[in-house]
């Protein structure tokens, strides 16, 4: 923060010092929101969606919430909790691509080769998708039709769309003609249900 700012060393302490005290004074509105969108989780209104969680208590608290979702687990003790509560897991294709955490987390990759993880989602690179899950199978992480799934019926599971994720008769579908003979796969043509 100091080189960014602009700040000596004394003066960024200083000021996370206070962010850090503005942040707390916050805690109550907090626990308010998260009380009022528990409540409509478990009315299946929405989907509550834990973010970040790092240990099998942080997932525990989650479902007491009316949590259904565990996006972006840090420690493999988190993703696995989640899974044996029945949450999908959502990992980041960043991740997944470059084999590691940027943050030091638990890699995707590693989560995927475990069986723990449901989904893919995009991150801050939404021409990730695909690479992410071209890149996990040539890698030997998983099979291609498995990493596919992390981007199409992981992602409906996940937001609760029980109408499309799958080739199946009966559901809704598009299908994508994808060229991954390059270092990136390429989308060529994209054929859309009527």
């Not at 565990?70 to 989640?82: L, M, S, V």
């Not at 801050?124 to 498995?146: D, F, N, Q």
Request: glycine share 12%.
């Amino acid at each position: 923060m100091a080189s960014l700012a602009g700040l000596s060393a004394e003066q960024a302490a200083r000021h996370v010092d206070e962010m850090i005290i503005e942040r707390d004074g916050q805690l109550p509105v907090l626990d308010r929101n998260l009380a009022w969108l528990g409540e409509l989780a478990r009315a299946g209104r929405i989907r509550l969606v834990g973010h970040d969680m790092d240990s099998p208590g942080a997932v525990a608290a989650l479902r007491a919430r009316g949590g259904s979702v565990a996006e972006f687990p840090t420690t493999t003790g988190a993703a696995r909790a989640a899974r044996e509560s029945g949450f999908p897991v959502v990992m980041g294709a960043p991740n997944a691509m470059r084999g590691e955490s940027h943050s030091g987390n638990v890699s995707a990759a590693e989560l995927v080769g475990l069986g723990l993880v449901t989904a893919l989602a995009s991150d801050y690179l939404p021409s990730g998708l695909l690479a992410g899950a071209v890149t996990l199978a040539r890698r030997g992480v998983t099979t291609l039709p498995s990493a596919i799934g992390l981007v199409t019926a992981g992602p409906a599971q996940s937001a609760g769309l029980a109408d499309r994720g799958s080739l199946v008769a009966g559901l809704r579908a598009d299908l994508a003609l994808v060229d991954d003979a390059g270092h990136w796969p390429v989308v060529r043509a994209v054929f859309r249900a009527s």
